[in-house]
């Protein structure tokens, strides 16, 4: 029987049709969608942290306003994603519990810190910009509720972005020091940028189910490719140097070609050791603490309403 179901459920993805929270589906299918989902939100969440970092240092009124309007997009990213991954049937709790407990992952770029202003132009340029290429396809998951929810973030992320780059146009044009800390920027975020694509696709391990169930639309390298191939022009518009020695336009391929990238860095960070992992989950852990009253009162008033209403 299980068998009868699970080719049925193949043929709706095969269909193009979206599985929606109440539908029959596999359980590896569930588990994935709530791992990747759970992982997004919190990538969301703890990378509030490192522009959080430089709200009240923006070097004007106009600035600040832009960037404390980003980093709440990205909480409300971030809460929007745990709502579509509770359809699948996990309490946000759980969720919370094991990203606090360090079972679960978040996007490794988080884990670099803003040194500079630049920073935060660089941020959302190509970590903002990363997230598009890898979100658009998205949209097209098979999951509705995740691909409903890809459709608004993309949108707000595509403001981020170009917000984002407007700091470097701007850092660029300005004086000699202001356009080597845009290059210093660009030198230390691409590197971290490309991984966060995910390891390449000989070593990504569930790239197979999720192309099989339309979760992912590309894989790992071509959408790293993509990005590379949209992002290297955009940086010679700014006068900017990719630190990469090997990167060279492949005329026959209509791509660029890039230098290896250092998968030793990128397992050291997911593994927790990266620049900024303690400092981001120690400050995650804190504010979880502080909060806690909140959550306390709103559930005794929640009880209380319903006691009243039963009286
Ligand atoms: N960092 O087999 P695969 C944002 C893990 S954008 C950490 O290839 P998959 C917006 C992976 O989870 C950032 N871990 O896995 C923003 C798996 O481990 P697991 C968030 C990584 O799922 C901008 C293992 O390696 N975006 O937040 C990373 O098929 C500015 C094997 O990998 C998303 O999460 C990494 N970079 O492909 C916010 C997008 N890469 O779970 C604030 C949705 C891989 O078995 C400011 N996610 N791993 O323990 C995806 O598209 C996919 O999950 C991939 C990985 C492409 C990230």
């Known amino acids: ?24 589906m596999p359980e590896a299918y569930r588990k ?13 969440i703890i990378g509030m942290q490192p522009e959080g970092n430089w709200i009240t240092r923006a070097p004007s009124l106009r600035r600040k306003a832009a960037l404390l309007a980003k980093v709440q997009d990205e909480c409300g990213h971030g809460l929007y994603l745990y709502a579509a991954a509770e359809t ?12 606090l407990a360090g079972k679960a992952k978040y996007s490794s770029i988080f884990n670099y810190p803003t040194l500079t202003w630049a920073d935060i132009g660089a941020i959302g340029w190509l970590v903002d910009g990363a997230a ?6 998205l949209c ?5 509720p995740y691909a409903r929810a890809m459709i608004r973030v993309c949108k707000e992320e595509s403001f981020h972005q170009r917000q984002g780059y407007e700091i470097m146009l701007t850092l660029c ?6 356009k080597e800390m845009a290059q210093d920027a660009l030198n230390r975020w691409w590197w971290p940028c490309l991984m966060m694509f995910g390891p390449p696709d000989s070593a990504s391990q569930h790239t197979d189910a999720s192309t099989k169930w339309k979760i992912k639309r590309f894989t790992n390298d071509e ?8 992002t290297v022009p955009q940086a010679h518009f700014l006068g900017l140097t990719v630190p990469d020695p090997e990167l060279r336009y492949d005329e026959a391929s209509g791509h660029w070609h890039h230098g290896a990238i250092d ?18 989950m120690e400050r995650r852990r804190q504010t979880e603490e502080d909060g806690a009253w909140v959550r306390e009162a709103a559930r005794a008033f929640a009880e209380k309403e319903k006691s009243r209403h039963r009286a």
């Open 1 to 24: 029987e299980d068998a009868d179901k699970l080719q049925a459920f193949q043929a709706r993805i095969d269909a193009e049709e979206r599985i929606e929270p109440n539908d029959w």
């Open 32 to 44: 994935t969608l709530v791992r990747q989902i759970s992982q997004h939100a919190h990538s969301e």
């Open 88 to 99: 699948l049937g996990v309490a946000r709790e759980e969720m919370v519990d094991q990203l």
């Open 132 to 137: 598009i290429m890898n979100q658009i396809p």
């Open 140 to 144: 097209r998951c098979s999951y509705g």
């Open 173 to 178: 044009r300005g004086s000699a020091a202001q």
């Open 223 to 230: 959408l790293r490719q993509k990005f590379i191939d949209a």
């Open 263 to 280: 998968w030793d860095e990128f397992k050291q960070v997911i593994a927790g050791n990266g620049p900024c992992n303690a400092q981001r």
